[in-house]
């Protein structure tokens, strides 16, 4: 049974800056801000932590973050290094919290900052609560809705500024609290949908995830490179043996699934895209799958392999 809300919670807020014109791969997005809520029993805030860190890979703000969030450069200059702020971070949050994000973004965001630095990540999937709105909520489970519109369809009125973490960590526990309501009430046959659903975006969310330049300019050389598409255990970080190669599953995003002989099958996605000097970008997704998800790559595995290969200009 799907319990969101048996154990302490925590919301955490992250900002982020950026370059997109010499962006780092392995890390295309760097923290800049944490901000995180403790909540008690009742939803509300119990205590608060707001770090801001000093950037090393994109140390130069972008336009765009500094207008949006309104973090300056002087700020940031000043901050702390993040192997400190996340250490802080882990304090708060102590032993058996759940920690609780809006939407998506941000856990894969921390999951690379904190490897970027050789850190242990020491926290599970987040609760989504974009995801328990929208299921819970809307009538489009599938509808990511931005923080502030959620408050606005709910009539919640927002009483600090938008886009510093701390601030948008305490709008959420103000939604969260509506939310809770909304899953006490709800029919069983709803939550069994949504626990299925939320089950799923967690083991994607702990996915290991690459994005690596290549020297090739067409996919089959890419792909037929065993070195630079094998798979690590999104777990451990090992090596794994594939169970099923890689194959096109007819939109040129590839498909193959991995064992880590530790940790299980992991489902494995791959597609490229072109940078500017007309090489190949790889970007790479692996995370742990359930006997069904296999299953099914199997099939489309089977399917893939009754098909012609299609003849692809410029490939």
Known sequence: MFKPFDRPIVVVDLEWNQ????????M??????????????????????????RPQAYPALDRHIREV??????????GEPF????????AFCGEGARLCTWGRDDY??????????GLEPGFEPPLDAQLLYAHLLTDAPGRQVGLHAAMEALGIEPELPAHRAVNDALCTAQVLRVIRAAW????????????RTAAQEARIAASDVRSVPTPYKYQTEAVGDERLVRVRCPVCGGRTTYKLPWFDTGHE?????????EHGVALCQMHFKRMGN????????AYIAPPEQQDEAMRRFEAASRTPPRRRRGR
């Open 28 to 53: 295309p997005h760097e923290i800049i801000e944490i901000g995180a809520v403790r909540l008690g029993p009742n939803l509300r805030a119990e205590a608060t932590l707001g770090r801001v860190i």
């Open 69 to 78: 969030t309104g973090i300056t450069q002087a700020e940031v200059d000043a």
């Open 184 to 195: 006490e009430a709800a029919p069983a046959q709803a939550l069994e949908a949504l626990e």
């Open 108 to 117: 894969p965001v921390l999951l690379r900052n904190v490897r970027f630095h």
């Open 19 to 26: 370059n997109a014109y010499k962006p780092r791969y392995e």
């Open 83 to 90: 192997p400190q702020a996340f250490a802080a971070l882990r």
């Open 278 to 285: 007309a090489r190949l970008l790889m970007h790479q997704r």
């Open 253 to 261: 995003r590839y498909l193959s699934l991995s064992l880590c002989p």
